[in-house]
């Protein structure tokens, strides 16, 4: 009988193996399994849990947070924007005088060429006194437009810390 109950030991171990394995990869496996991936869910704070506030309006109320400071973002890049373009347009009408009062002076000094010194002198004169463009205009025989722009482009700098004036083309 012993022999025999030694005999049986090995299967019982064998039997006793096989049931654990069992037990182990039918019940507590997949409990795990299923702990892991509850896990793996937003948290929720205690705060949350106490306050009862579900996980879908907290995610809204997050949206909302994010939508906000998008707009403001948006907003903030809109106003850059906009200041941007000011400030190019600005440039823009300034580059627009100083090519029309180029343009001017070229066309004034083509039509004098053969004495463009002596109608340079002259232009600079009429700056200096402070001639009205009319009668830069009639002296020099030009359109008063050109004459506008040439008496800008001749006209001595203003000294320092004076404003300039708007006929000077200073803003």
């Known amino acids: ?9 090995g299967t019982w171990a064998v039997v006793a193996f096989v049931l654990l394995l069992a037990f182990y990869f039918l ?31 907290r995610l809204l109320a997050r949206a909302e947070e994010l939508e906000v400071r998008m707009l ?11 200041n941007k373009i000011a ?3 600005g440039l823009t009408e300034e580059v627009e005088e100083r090519t029309l009062e180029l343009r001017a002076l070229l066309d004034f000094l083509a039509a004098r060429s053969s004495d463009a010194p002596a109608a340079s002198r002259e232009l600079g004169s009429l700056a200096r006194e402070g001639a009205s463009p009319e009668t830069a205009a009639e002296r ?32």
Not at 1 to 9: E, I, R, V
Not at 30 to 52: C, F, L, N
């Open 140 to 171: 020099l025989r030009i359109p008063v437009d050109s004459a506008r722009a040439l008496l800008r482009l001749f006209r001595p700098a203003p000294p320092p810390g004076s404003a300039p004036s708007a006929d000077a083309g200073g803003t």
């Open 72 to 82: 403001e973002t948006s907003r903030e890049i809109d106003a850059r924007t906009e």
């Open 1 to 9: 009988m012993a022999l025999l109950a030694q005999s049986n030991l």
């Open 27 to 57: 019940i507590l496996l997949p409990r795990r399994i299923r702990g892991r991936e509850g896990s793996s869910a937003p948290v929720r704070t205690q705060g949350d849990r106490e306050a009862g506030v579900p996980l879908a309006h």
């Open 87 to 89: 400030l190019l347009r």
